[in-house]
């Protein structure tokens, strides 16, 4: 596990961007593994302007998506696909039918996981995954208890994080407690990881993350597996560390 620490969430962003940029004027077709959350958006704003700039394209790509909530279809304002195509797709070169997103609307929820796997490795798997980190230590929506083995599958949410994540719904609007999912056997299957982390509140999971043993109880600790794996960290997050 490399570990790169930053001073604050915009260099993080920058050097984030970076490795993303890098790797597509290596291989344009590349495979990438693509997360939501508030951490990847000035990393996307960054692509977004590369992509404009001519420094790199997107024509060749295929991404996966590490999750969605179970309950919500593609057009729901909520859904992880509408947040990728607000923050990210719309304003690229991609072609949207190479973006994949599990299926929230999915009437066979456990057929439409396998059939995720599937479509991974038909695009002959993930080149680099981008993950952020729940307080909790979650990667993707594996939640403390995952297993370090698990594939794309549903998963319930535990109450830290709908807690966490209760700020993108409204008061009385419907928030899902079921998710789709990535597994953590699925995120280290990708060729290279970069984890993001920014903020205080990110501190103890980082540390339990590089410190801890590995443990199902703190799932981002199963990426101490993984043979190229990158925490890009600001101080605050870093914070914990010895
Ligand atoms: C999102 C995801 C989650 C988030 C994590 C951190 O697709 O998989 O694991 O990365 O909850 O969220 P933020 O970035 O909002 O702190």
Do not use: W
């Amino acid at each position: 596990m490399q570990i790169v620490i930053l001073k604050d969430s915009v260099e993080v962003a920058a050097y984030g961007a970076n490795i993303f940029i890098k790797q597509l004027q290596k291989k344009a077709d590349s495979v990438l593994g693509l997360a939501t959350g508030s951490t990847p958006v000035s990393l996307y704003q960054q692509l977004i302007a590369a992509n404009k700039a001519g420094e790199v394209s997107f024509a060749k790509v295929t991404s996966f998506n590490l999750d969605e909530y179970l309950g919500l279809e593609g057009a729901h304002p909520q859904s992880y696909r509408y947040f990728m195509n607000q923050q990210l797709f719309d304003h690229l070169d991609i072609d949207t039918a190479n973006t994949f997103v599990p299926p929230g609307d999915a009437d066979d929820p456990i057929e439409a996981c396998e059939r995720y796997e599937m479509q991974i490795a038909a695009a002959g798997g993930i080149d680099i995954q981008l993950l952020g980190i729940g307080r909790n230590g979650h990667i993707g929506f594996n939640e403390p208890s995952s297993g370090l083995m698990s594939r794309t599958r549903v998963k319930t949410l535990t109450k830290a994080t709908i807690e966490d994540n209760a700020r993108f719904f409204a008061t009385d609007e419907y928030q899902p407690h079921l998710s789709i999912t990535m597994g953590i056997g699925t995120i280290l299957d990708a060729k290279k990881v970069v984890l993001l982390a920014t903020g205080e509140a990110k501190a103890e999971a980082i540390r339990a993350t590089v410190e801890g043993a590995l443990s199902a109880s703190c799932p981002a600790s199963a990426l101490q597996l993984h043979r190229d794996a990158v925490l890009v960290l600001d101080e605050a997050a870093a914070s914990q560390l010895s």
